[in-house]
């Protein structure tokens, strides 16, 4: 059963600490996505990757960080330099950039 | 600067109504529109559009892209509550040192009451 999976579902942050958002896919995409969502706007770009061992800036990178390792996971760490976390964190994938995006769950960060 | 605006930013109907969604974008080089729905979790891929004037669709839902006026539209024939949800624009950009981008507009939220 291929597809997307994000964890965990939902996350807490103190403050001051780093994260890491999990992602996996076993659909063999080559290219991986991160978006934030917040309340009343878009999806915003963070990072993406076309393939493994390389990946760019989005247009909100600053106070994320990544890494692809694998081809098929991407996590995403979110340090204590994002001074404003508490979003809707979705990833995502595609065969290749060029091509249709598909999503997974998402993860709901909070900061407690 | 790519942008996608999307309007209205929110609609509510009763079941049985149409509805037209716009998307309107400026983008550098222009590869593709997509239209996804999201219902409270991942978005969900509707359509991709390339061509200008060519109908995709599937079911009660058809969408068209106009690249010469920029914009495409997303239209829902007798809607149910099922339709309630986020719909998502968002433009593909081709090439330059945003190749690969999916830009997204804020949404539009659809409610349809019963």
């Known amino acids: 059963d291929g597809g997307i999976t994000q964890s965990p579902k939902y996350l807490f942050r103190k403050e001051g600490q780093n994260v890491t958002l999990s992602c996996e896919q076993n659909l063999n995409h080559d290219a991986m996505y991160w978006y934030r969502q917040d309340p009343g706007q878009g999806l915003r770009l963070i990072y993406y990757s076309q393939i493994v061992n390389d990946f760019q800036k989005g247009d909100i990178a600053e106070g994320y960080s990544v890494s692809r390792e694998k081809k098929e996971s991407f996590p995403l760490t979110v340090t204590s330099a994002q001074k404003n976390p508490t979003a809707f964190y979705l990833c995502a994938s595609s065969i290749v950039t060029q091509e249709t995006q598909y999503f997974g769950p998402g993860t709901r960060l909070l900061v407690l | 600067e790519d942008k996608v605006v999307q309007s209205p930013l929110s609609l509510v109907v009763h079941e049985g109504d149409t509805v037209t969604l716009n998307c309107s974008y400026e983008v550098t080089n222009f590869r593709s529109l997509l239209w996804y729905k999201q219902e409270k979790k991942a978005p969900t891929f509707l359509f991709m559009l390339?061509?200008?004037?060519i109908e995709k669709k599937s079911g009660r839902l058809s969408s068209i892209l106009d690249k010469k006026e920029l914009f495409s539209i997303l239209n829902i024939t007798a809607t149910q509550t099922g339709d309630s949800a986020i719909y998502l624009c968002a433009v593909l950009n081709a090439g330059g040192t945003s190749y690969g981008k999916l830009t997204f507009g804020q949404g539009t939220i659809l409610t349809v009451h019963p």
């Open positions: 390339t061509s200008s004037g």
